[in-house]
């Protein structure tokens, strides 16, 4: 074990209370079958989606992060203003700048919390945890909200079915703060390479192609995946992050009671699963009713674990993600 490892140098931190939020509409396998040349059965056997829900016109990032963190702290009996960090993971923010978290305190009324944005495409909500978690272990940080919010149906393109089928909108979030008992979060491994940025990414809008007629034109403002290569690269690394995260906290799959992966396509989560050690019964899914969610993925996974009482006092849950830059991640608690 390296002297990093926070298993070992850290004081423990936890998740005190989780919440999410999916908006209303739900937009079935039916409905995109009369949008584009797709069908249920391709969709359900090659993604293991059925239906996700998709937000308003006038519903934001924000919206949706204010209430799944509403929720949160509701469920963790804290008020807004004992928040000192938001962060929320988003490729979809309400705007540039300010940042949404900055949206998300106003909201909230969470007036002592300084906030900031964490752009890591899928793995941001795992990102945004582990940061979390340090501050939180060094002390400058008592109480922290982590938010996964995304309006992924802003940035998708209905005129592709190879990505228009695969993304929903939602948002989940944590409380987290130093554990009572217990070991909380145990470790983490993360990573990024973003020598494969092509494969995955939304070049339009930002200061490397400036929104113009052009770019609309060439419809640059929609996400783009070269699918069947990120789908390989998925699987190794969320893989490998597991393992990591794990052998850094003396463990192996055997020690976990719940995998809660970033829900991108079934035949990857199975493959994960076959993978680690042909333990597909350890993972939580809610792909089929969600479909792709980025960084809201996990925490809205995670909450309806929470709450639907699958998670007891004392279980050993790795989380995995992986998504666009590349980036991946992984962390190991004690629930
Ligand atoms: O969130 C983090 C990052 N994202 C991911 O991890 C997603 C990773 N990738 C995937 O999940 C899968 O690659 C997809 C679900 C996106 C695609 O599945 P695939 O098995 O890799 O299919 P493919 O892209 O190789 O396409 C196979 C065929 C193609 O037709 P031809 O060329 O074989 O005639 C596609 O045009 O399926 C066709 N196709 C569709 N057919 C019906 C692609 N999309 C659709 C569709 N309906 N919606």
């Not at 090659?46 to 924000?62: N, P, V």
């Not at 949706?64 to 804290?78: D, F, I, K, Q």
């Not at 991108?264 to 350890?282: E, F, H, Q, T, V």
């Amino acid at each position: 074990m390296s002297a990093s490892d926070p298993v070992r140098n850290a004081r423990p931190v936890t998740i005190v209370g989780t919440g999410s939020y999916l908006p209303e509409r739900v937009l079935t396998n039916h409905d995109l079958e009369k949008m584009v040349e797709t069908s249920d059965e391709w969709i359900r056997t090659r993604t293991g989606i059925s239906e996700r829900h998709i937000a308003r016109d006038d519903e934001a990032s924000s919206d949706m992060a204010t209430e799944a963190a509403r929720r949160a702290m509701r469920n963790a009996g804290v008020t807004p203003e004992e928040a000192d960090l938001i962060v929320v993971a988003t490729i979809t923010p309400d705007m540039f700048f300010p940042n949404t978290a900055c949206f998300v305190q106003d909201r909230l009324g969470a007036r002592n919390a300084y906030c900031m944005d964490l752009s890591a495409a899928c793995s941001g909500f795992l990102y945004g945890m582990d940061a979390a978690r340090a501050l939180i272990a060094e002390g400058s940080v008592r109480t922290a909200l982590v938010i996964g919010a995304e309006k992924l149906s802003c940035i998708t393109d209905w005129r592709d079915r190879a990505t228009c089928v695969l993304f929903g909108d939602g948002a989940g979030a944590v409380v987290m703060r130093r554990a009572d008992a217990g070991r909380g979060i145990m470790a983490s491994h993360m990573g990024s390479d973003g020598a494969l940025a092509e494969l995955l990414n939304l070049p339009g809008g930002g200061s490397r192609n400036p929104a113009s007629p052009a770019t609309l034109d060439r419809r640059l403002h929609y996400m783009k995946m070269t699918g069947n290569e990120v789908f390989k690269h998925a699987v190794r690394y969320m893989c490998d992050a597991g393992q990591k995260a794990l052998q850094r906290c003396g463990m192996t799959i055997d020690d976990v009671d719940w995998v809660i992966p970033h829900q991108a396509n079934m035949r990857i989560i199975s493959a994960i699963a076959s993978r680690l050690g042909d333990c597909m019964d350890k993972f939580i899914v809610n792909l089929d009713r969600v479909g792709n969610l980025s960084a809201a993925s996990v925490p809205v996974c995670l909450d309806e674990a929470a709450r639907g009482g699958k998670l007891k006092k004392g279980d050993i849950v790795l989380f995995v993600a992986f998504g666009g830059g590349f980036t991946w991640g992984a962390t190991v608690m004690e629930w």
